[in-house]
């Protein structure tokens, strides 16, 4: 079974600009959660999506948003990029069972400049 | 609200030992569910181990075990044998039980290197 996959890899963008993440979940996951990963503030949740639904947001200002598709592929955007913005991002599906776990994916490295 | 902390930023150990990574956390919950994850230079964050509070046994996943002091707030983890394989980031994190609350609360990491 595949892996969750984040796209693109790598990312340079220009303060002011906004940006879109995409996250395609493990088949058959249908919650989706999205992390920021600094050096600074370290592992950040920022949003949950489940049934093209959000369930869950972090303590993130609203330049932060996502969606999520009814095959389960979530996207987040960053609008208006500050180079705070720059970071890790990870994403991560589950089953949202009772076991809880989430499977990460490889993350987007967004560098702002 | 949540806080989770891991005292050791860093930590090396050489290959075979046994090493003990250390996690406190505050909660005022009962019902919450803990996790060790590993996330390697430059791969992705991989799940090394779970534990439900309702469960006075410590988890093992093979060389992989816990020590839960739910009174005490502990969850450290024991990596035995160790091998090149577990340098890597080391990250505790919490959940708290329920439907809207599922969302990772992470530690601030410790970077374990395994020395030849």
């Known amino acids: 079974k595949a892996g969750v996959t984040q796209t693109p890899r790598y990312l340079i963008k220009t303060r002011g600009q906004q940006v879109t993440l995409s996250c395609s979940p493990i088949s058959g996951h249908r919650s989706v959660s999205w992390y920021q990963q600094t050096p600074g503030q370290g592992l950040q949740f920022l949003f949950e999506y489940f049934s093209e639904t959000q369930r869950n947001k972090g303590n993130f200002p609203g330049r932060f948003s996502g969606r999520q598709f009814s095959n389960s592929r979530s996207e987040m955007n960053v609008s208006t990029l500050e180079l705070g913005d720059s970071a890790l991002y990870l994403c991560a599906s589950s089953l949202r069972t009772a076991a809880y776990e989430q499977y990460f994916g490889p993350g987007t490295r967004l560098t702002v400049t | 609200a949540q806080t989770v902390t891991q005292s050791q930023p860093e930590m090396s150990v050489q290959e075979a030992e046994t090493v003990t990574l250390s996690c406190t956390y505050d909660?005022?919950?009962?019902?919450?569910?803990l996790f060790w994850y590993k996330q390697p230079p430059s791969r992705q964050m991989i799940l090394v181990i779970r534990q439900e509070a309702y469960k006075q046994q410590n988890a093992t996943e093979n060389r992989f075990s816990v020590n839960f002091q739910k009174a005490a707030k502990s969850f450290s983890l024991k990596i035995s044998d160790s091998q090149l394989g577990d340098t890597a980031m080391y990250f505790c994190a919490f959940m708290k039980h329920g439907d809207s609350n599922y969302q990772l609360i992470w530690g601030a990491g410790t970077k374990l290197i395994i020395k030849p």
């Open positions: 909660t005022s919950e009962n019902n919450y569910y």
